[in-house]
Structure formats: structure tokens, C-alpha cells
């Protein structure tokens, strides 16, 4: 019989086996006579893992006293080397093997050749399956294919029976696989552990062999066709128009895509027996096993474009497309992904998840700022994330340190758990800070103020004792909802925000959709037009265009303010026609309220972002206007360094520590100086103690921050005297030194300040 006869012939009797009633048992003794049938094999054997070794459950040609007495530890004799490294061995001479071991009551001595590949289930290997021969010879491909496909069926057979325990399963080869260090950008800083979730989870696959070879093909052909309608219309979106990274992934995403070997060999799994989703694994295990051979870091990344669409394919086929967040968090969690947009990681239950790690990311994207608003540690662009964890691993999280460890050693877990305790003192500590007023050590007032946007966000304000909220950004309510929220529901979250906030103030931002906060009910009428995002039809542009977005809001803040004083802020004025335009849409709501007699607001201050440089030119024009100014850091550094705050690759290039930056800054605080305007800072840099100080420097005395910041700023600022580092401030302004970052950490370490 041909090796290629011999595969289909094993699966069809497989087919019948997994059909027949038998029990678990009786199933495994069947498919070892099978194999070994088909393979004209002397030895086929079923080992899996129970307590913690692996057990001879299934055997045809070894002594059969041998069954539920020979174990072996993971890692030990050839069998426990394919379970430990989840590796297929194909050998001609088994004993000339490093790892070989004899084990007499098996009677094995007399057999030279040997092959065996894992059993996985859930991506950890749970026990092998092998044949051995009397001569010695390597198996041929479609052997070791055939013996693979087995290996799926078995665990189809272990998922469906309970043959091994699961949970000791899971732990077992998890505390028995190395630990794996990460490095990466320390995105929200803060310490996490959980089990890792990926964002976008593997398919499971419930069954392995097809009962209908024809319904298969069809279904594989179905999907080949949407995947390639999808990688087509990725292609005419606007963020693949431009050039330069993903221009490339696309191409590459492309060739796989219409690759004919690819569909070819998936096409001959599934003629073999196999249903679509099998095939497609079947043909990805085999990609897998060959790139691991090739020692070739460029193809390796290839490797996960590859291994990325063969799971879109997975996905589209099996119909399993939804996210983790979709089915819910297991327990504590540390959420993998290469990229997350704001709306998906509100999706996730905030209890249970407790880290993230990114194959991209920056630090003022928007997904970052949602992150530190809900005091979830991030660690961003960690190279090769996806081949170093994997669903169900322990992960500790270090984000202070820039660090991850996946399945760490028990003497690291209570070095974990140590700085752990550390940490929670040191909040302790700021929590000690929440009625302490921040003066300077020379008795000026600081504004610490807060940013939020959530409602559960506002329990924050008392508990960490901020002045007040400095930026509510109202659009993460857009965010979260699947449509555009209705006016009532707007109002009745802005009278809470008021009502828990009391008599501190609140400054409510009017909405700020596009750019890198797509809302997808939205999304058609400005994503595919602009090229640019960031710099395209968002914010305030997009919620007077709108018909009706402004005026809703407008309405909803004016009667949720009824009779008391309300703060509104125009995000990414640009002229001052804009904010005059933006007004207008408040003043017409407020004559139609007057009209109907509803309560008006007792005051009402109106303020911009100034975001965008231009605005900087023309203060002598906006400040006549408006009562308050806010700094929108994170949206100013992208346009003044023309660097997309959200492209992985410009993270670290600009420095907020810069002259341009602090310059810029210096000249607003001075334009604005003796005008009755307040002057704050909202973005991501003043809630960083080196850089708060900075600007302290230039003259910044309120800031509005991530609620986590709270205490660390307030601290920060009671060791700072003011004159000191605006003398030194000017200095380095006028002659910069080499790296001004460093120069002001030197400074501030020589003066006792602790920025860290
Ligand atoms: C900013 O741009 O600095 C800002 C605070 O607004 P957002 O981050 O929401 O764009
Ligand atoms: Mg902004």
C-alpha cells in the first residue's frame, strides 16, 4: 500500500472508531491497531499525561503488562522529549538518540526505528503517540502527516472524554516548560500577574474527520474567497494606502493569500478525510515544523504572517470570530495582542483584566490612554509576543520594569509577589496624600486635576483627592456603546458625573471620534476618506459636520447642568472660527431652553484644547474669547513633530523632554500670562513625575492627569522649590545640553527630587 493509501486508510477507520461506542479505552486499543496496521508498523503507542507523567495508555507490539505501569516523566526518553518540546522525532535509529532510554518491561530492545509526534490539546502537548520498527528506516513525510492527523483525532477523543484531567494537564506542562522572558516598552506603568488570554483566540477544533468530503472542499473554497475579500479591502483602506510598514505586511498577506501551494495542500489534507479546519491546521503544523528547521529570523517573521492568516482563515471557516472579550475572562488576566483598538479593550471586564501585552503600541495611543484610565498596566512592543506565550500560561507582568515572564519558576513568583507588597505601600502611601493640598516647597498651589471619561471613573476623584476633572473626554461613552448614544443617555451620565464630582469642577470635552478612536457605527463616514487620520476629519471638524452630533451633546450638558456651573471644552480648535462656530451650536440651545422655560446652567465657562500649533500663533485673538486653555500634550507632540502618535515605529523616536517641546510650551505660558484665561496641561506627559517637573519649569501650574498619577504628582510637587527649576529651566532652554532628559533627572536626583 502506498504511504499516501495508508493515511486515507487510517482515517477512515478512524472515522469508524470515533463513531463507535465503544469506550475511551477501548477507542485508544483500536487506534493503535489501526496505526500500526496501516503503517505496517510492529510498535504503535498511545502515551498521555496523568499526576504528571506520562503513561503507556495504548499499545499494540510492546507487552501489553507494560500498559498503565511504564511512566515517564516530561522530558524523559524520547517520548517525554516530543511532549516536553512539543516536537515530532523521525528516527532511524532510536538508540543512537541523546534521550534515549530502555525500559525493560516493555520489551522494546529489539526495534531500531522509531517515530512519534505530540498530542496537543489546547496548544500544550498532553502525550505522543508513536510506532517503532524492527529495521531501521525514516519514516516518509506523509507518514509522520498521517501519524499527526491521529494526534488531532486523539485530542478531539481527549477533549470529548475526559481521558486526562485537564486542569492537572494545563499546570503540569506549563510548570514543566521554561520560563520566557519579555522586553518591551513600559506603555502604563504598574505590576499585573494572571493567566494569558489572546485577544483574538485560536479556533478550537471540534471535529477532525469529515463526513462529507465534497461539503468540506466547499467550505474551504467559501472561505478562501472572503479571506481574500477581506486582505482586498484592508488594501483600499486608507491606513494601507500610504506606504511604508504595512504597505509591506499587506504584500505579504497578499502573496499567502492567492498563494496556490498554500490552498493546493489544504485541498489534499481535506481529499485525505479531514474536515476544512483540520486541513488548514494540519497544513500550518507542517509550515511550522519545516520553519523550525531554518534558522532565519527574517523568515520567521514571515512565519507569523503566515500563521496569521492561517488562524483569519480558521476563523472565518469554523465561524469562530469573535474576540476574547466576546466570551468572556476565565479569571485574572493578562491580554495578548499584536494591536487593540480603545472600543475593544472597553469590551473587557474590567474586574478580571489586569495587564496587557502589545506586539505594537505607543505610548499616547488611545488605547494606551483608555489603559490608564482603567489602571491596567500595558507593556508595548514586545517583540516575537506571539511565539514566547501561550493561552493559559501563568504571566507575570512587570510594566514598571519594561519586563513580562511567561510560565515563571516559583522562586520568581515570590520575587513577584515581594515587589508586589512594595507597591501596594507605596500607593498606600499616596492614598495618605488624598487631603494633602500640593504646595511647592516655595508655597504655590498646584492644580492636580483629573482626566476620566468612563462613569466608574469618577470614584476616582475623591479617592485619590485630584482638584477636580480637567479633562472628561465624553467620547468614551461613543466608544463602548455598539450606536451612536441617544441624548438622554448622555445627559443622564453627565448629572452623574456632576452629582459625584459636587462642588469640584468638571470639564467636559465635546466629542473627540477619529484618528485612533474609530467608532465603528461611525467609522464608514470618515475612515475610508482620509489617508490621515490624526490629521483628518476628527473632533470637533467631524461633530459640527455631523448633523446633529454637536446639538445633542450640546442639549445633553446643558440640561444635565441645569442650575449649576458647567465647563465645556472644544477638542482641536485650530482658528478661532471654529470655536465661535462650535459656540453658536451652544448658544441656539440654550435660547431654544430659555424659550421653554427649562433650567439653564448657573454659569457656563467655555475653553479649548490647544492641540494643534497654529492655534499658538493667534492667542491674542482666542484668549478674548475663552476662560480656559488646556494643552493637549499628546496631539501637539504628534503634529509639532509631524509624527503619528500611534505608529509603533515613532514610539521612541521624539522626546517629550525636548527644547522644541519645552520651548513651544514656555512661549504659551508666557503668551498667556496676566490674561484671565487658566492655563492647564492634559495630556499623558504631566502625569509623569520628570516630565510634570518639566513643566513646572516652564510654568505650568495646573495639570489634569490619569487618576494613578494623582498621588505621584502631588508628591512630586511638595518637593519641588519653583524658582529653582524655572532658573535652571532657562538655562537649559537657552543652551541645551546633549540630552535634556538626563540633564533634569541629574538635577532633580542632585536636589533630593524623586522622579522615578
Ligand atoms: C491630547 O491630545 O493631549 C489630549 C489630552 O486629548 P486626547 O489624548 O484625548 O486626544
Ligand atoms: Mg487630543
Not at 479546519?277 to 515544523?289: F, G, K, N, P, W
Request: glycine share 8%.
Amino acid at each position: 500500500m502506498s504511504a499516501a493509501a495508508a493515511a486515507r486508510q487510517i482515517l477512515t477507520h478512524l472515522h469508524e472508531v470515533m463513531a463507535s461506542r465503544l469506550h475511551a479505552q477501548g477507542k485508544l486499543d483500536r487506534v493503535v491497531e489501526i496505526v500500526g496496521e496501516a503503517l505496517d508498523s510492529e510498535v504503535c503507542s498511545i502515551y498521555l499525561l496523568r499526576e504528571g507523567m506520562l503513561e503507556l495508555f495504548a499499545t499494540r507490539g510492546l507487552k501489553q503488562e507494560a500498559v498503565h505501569v511504564t511512566r515517564m516523566a516530561l522530558g524523559e526518553g524520547l517520548t517525554g522529549t516530543i511532549a516536553q518540546n512539543v516536537e515530532t522525532l523521525n528516527l532511524a535509529e532510536a538508540k543512537a538518540h541523546p534521550d534515549f532510554q530502555y525500559r525493560p518491561e516493555t520489551g522494546e530492545e529489539k526495534f531500531h526505528s522509531f517515530a512519534g509526534v505530540p498530542i496537543v490539546y489546547r496548544e500544550r502537548a498532553v502525550g505522543a503517540l508513536n510506532v517503532q520498527h524492527l529495521d531501521p528506516r525514516r519514516y516518509e513525510d506523509v507518514e509522520i502527516e498521517a501519524l499527526q492527523t491521529t494526534a488531532m483525532v486523539l485530542s478531539e477523543l481527549i477533549a470529548n472524554t475526559g481521558l486526562i484531567d485537564e486542569e492537572e494537564a494545563l499546570g503540569l506542562t506549563r510548570a514543566s516548560t521554561e520560563p520566557a522572558k519579555m522586553e518591551g516598552l513600559p506603555l502604563v506603568k504598574g505590576l499585573a500577574s494572571g493567566v494569558a488570554v489572546y485577544h483574538q483566540p485560536r479556533v478550537t477544533i471540534d471535529q477532525v474527520v469529515a463526513e462529507d468530503v465534497e461539503v468540506e472542499r466547499q467550505r474551504v473554497y467559501r472561505a478562501f474567497d472572503r479571506m481574500r475579500d477581506q486582505i482586498d479591502t484592508m488594501a483600499q483602506q486608507a491606513e494601507f494606502g500610504a506606504g511604508g510598514e504595512h504597505e509591506e505586511v499587506l504584500q505579504t498577506y497578499k502573496m499567502f493569500a492567492y498563494d496556490e501551494g498554500w490552498s493546493r495542500r489544504i485541498n489534499e489534507a481535506i481529499d485525505s478525510g479531514l474536515t476544512a479546519e483540520a486541513a488548514i491546521e494540519r497544513v500550518q503544523q507542517r509550515t511550522r515544523m519545516r520553519m523550525r528547521e531554518i534558522d532565519d529570523p527574517l523568515l520567521a517573521d514571515r512565519m507569523h504572517d503566515l500563521e496569521d492568516l492561517s488562524n483569519r482563515l480558521l476563523r472565518i471557516v469554523s465561524g469562530q470570530i469573535g474576540t476574547a472579550a466576546s466570551k468572556g475572562l476565565p479569571r485574572d488576566t493578562i491580554l495578548i495582542a499584536k494591536n487593540l483598538g480603545p472600543a475593544e479593550l472597553l469590551e473587557y471586564d474590567r474586574r478580571k483584566l489586569k495587564g496587557v501585552i502589545l506586539e505594537e503600541g505607543s505610548l499616547t495611543a488611545h488605547v494606551v490612554i483608555v489603559a490608564r484610565a482603567m489602571a491596567v498596566p500595558v507593556l508595548g512592543r514586545v517583540r516575537g509576543l506571539r511565539g514566547m506565550v501561550r493561552e493559559g500560561d501563568e504571566v507575570l507582568l512587570d510594566a514598571d520594569a519594561g519586563t513580562a515572564t511567561a510560565r515563571p519558576a516559583q522562586t520568581m513568583l515570590q520575587a513577584f509577589e515581594a515587589r508586589f507588597a512594595q507597591t501596594k505601600k507605596r500607593l498606600a502611601s499616596y492614598a495618605e496624600l488624598r487631603d494633602v493640598e500640593p504646595f511647592t516647597r516655595d508655597g504655590t498651589r498646584i492644580q492636580v486635576m483629573m482626566n476620566a471619561g468612563l462613569r466608574d471613573d469618577i470614584s476616582s476623584l475623591n479617592l485619590v483627592g485630584a482638584d477636580g476633572i480637567g479633562l472628561f473626554r465624553t467620547e468614551f461613552q461613543f466608544l463602548v456603546s455598539a450606536t451612536l448614544p441617544q441624548r438622554e443617555r448622555q445627559t443622564r451620565l453627565y448629572r452623574d458625573v456632576m452629582d459625584a464630582a459636587g462642588s469640584k469642577p468638571v470639564v467636559f470635552r465635546t466629542v473627540d471620534i477619529g484618528g485612533d478612536k474609530a467608532v465603528p457605527y461611525l467609522a464608514s463616514e470618515y475612515a475610508e476618506q482620509d489617508e490621515n487620520p490624526a490629521m483628518g476629519w476628527r473632533a470637533l471638524r467631524l461633530a459640527m459636520e455631523r448633523k446633529g452630533l454637536l446639538k445633542a451633546q450640546a442639549r445633553a450638558l446643558l440640561e444635565a447642568a441645569g442650575g449649576r456651573p458647567l465647563n465645556v471644552m472644544f477638542p482641536m480648535v485650530a482658528e478661532p472660527w471654529e470655536f465661535d462656530a462650535a459656540k453658536a451650536v451652544f448658544d441656539e440651545q440654550l435660547d431654544y431652553m430659555r424659550d421653554r422655560k427649562k433650567m439653564l446652567p448657573e454659569t457656563i465657562r467655555y475653553g479649548v484644547m490647544l492641540e494643534v500649533p497654529a492655534l499658538a500663533e493667534v492667542l491674542d485673538l482666542m484668549i478674548p474669547r475663552i476662560s480656559f486653555m488646556s494643552i493637549g500634550t499628546n496631539d501637539l507632540t504628534q503634529f509639532l513633530f509631524a509624527a503619528d502618535r500611534a505608529n509603533p515605529k515613532l514610539a521612541e523616536r521624539y522626546d517629550w523632554l525636548s527644547p522644541a517641546i519645552l520651548r513651544f510650551l514656555r512661549r504659551l505660558v508666557r503668551g498667556t500670562q496676566g490674561q484671565p484665561i487658566d492655563l492647564g496641561v492634559c495630556g499623558e506627559m504631566g502625569g509623569r513625575r520628570l516630565e510634570a517637573l518639566a513643566l513646572l519649569g516652564v510654568g505650568i501650574r495646573r495639570l489634569s492627569i490619569t487618576p494613578s498619577s494623582v498621588g505621584p504628582i502631588k508628591e512630586l510637587v511638595r518637593q519641588v522649590d519653583l524658582a529653582e527649576i524655572e532658573a535652571a529651566m532657562d538655562e537649559w532652554l537657552v543652551r541645551p545640553p546633549g540630552c535634556l532628559r538626563e540633564a533634569i533627572a541629574d538635577w532633580a536626583q542632585a536636589k533630593g527630587i524623586d522622579t522615578q
